[in-house]
T-cell receptor
């Protein structure tokens, strides 16, 4: 069966520091991968999605970037964090064209920028 | 056109009652409508989904009703339980594009 991992689970970072959040998927190949942000009590904002290695689409211009160095690895980064980057970051995957459209979320990373 | 409007924003239901959450959309290209359940501090979990070729889908106590002509769909939770207390998101998808989510409904089922 497929599983999705995110780490770290929680993170407290000072303003201006760098960020690296990692997401990996097991049990599938060539998944579509997604990064979402969820502010407290708010909905889901799609940040980036990827349909393959090195292919990244950005939905919202911002202080963040994403990379997909391997088929089942998705990384969210920032060079300098802002207070407004605080939130709950969710990685998700879907089977893609070959296997279906259902989208499955990871456990999330709670980021607090102070 | 890409929006999915979800209501209510929050909902309190007595144990054993029926919880109803509604969503409406404009984009007629949407052809897949999932619902997600999210507990505090956890990622959303796919609960149930429907295609527009059927008007209703039921899984246990959860039912999606779909009205294609009105461009509306709703989630009904029968015999609501305190364990159902969570945030529920509707979403819509056109083809193999990205999901468009509603803003969520916080459901509280009182004992």
């Amino acid at each position: 069966s497929q599983t999705i991992h995110q780490w770290p689970a929680t993170l407290v970072q000072p303003v201006g520091s760098p960020l690296s959040l990692e997401c990996t998927v097991e049990g599938t190949s060539n998944p579509n991968l997604y990064w979402y942000r969820q502010a407290a009590g708010r909905g889901l904002q799609l940040l980036f999605y990827s349909v393959g290695i090195g292919q990244i689409s950005s939905e919202v211009p911002q202080n963040l970037s994403a990379s997909r160095p391997q088929d089942r690895q998705f990384i969210l980064s920032s060079k300098k964090l802002l207070l407004s980057d605080s939130g709950f970051y969710l990685c998700a995957w879907s089977p893609g064209l070959a296997g279906g459209i259902e989208q499955f979320f990871g456990p999330g990373t709670r980021l607090t920028v102070l | 056109q890409q929006q999915v409007k979800q209501s209510p924003q929050s909902l309190i239901v007595q144990k054993g009652g029926i919880s109803i959450i509604n969503c409406a959309y404009e984009n007629t290209a949407f052809d897949y409508f999932p619902w997600y359940q999210q507990f505090p501090g956890k990622g959303p979990a796919l609960l149930i989904a429907i295609r527009p070729d059927v008007s209703e889908k039921k899984e246990g106590r959860f039912t999606i009703s779909f009205n294609k002509s009105a461009k509306q769909f709703s989630l009904h939770i029968m015999d609501s339980q305190p364990g159902d207390s969570a945030t529920y998101f509707c979403a819509a998808l056109a083809g193999y594009s990205t999901l468009t989510f509603g803003k969520g409904t916080m459901l509280l089922v009182s004992p």
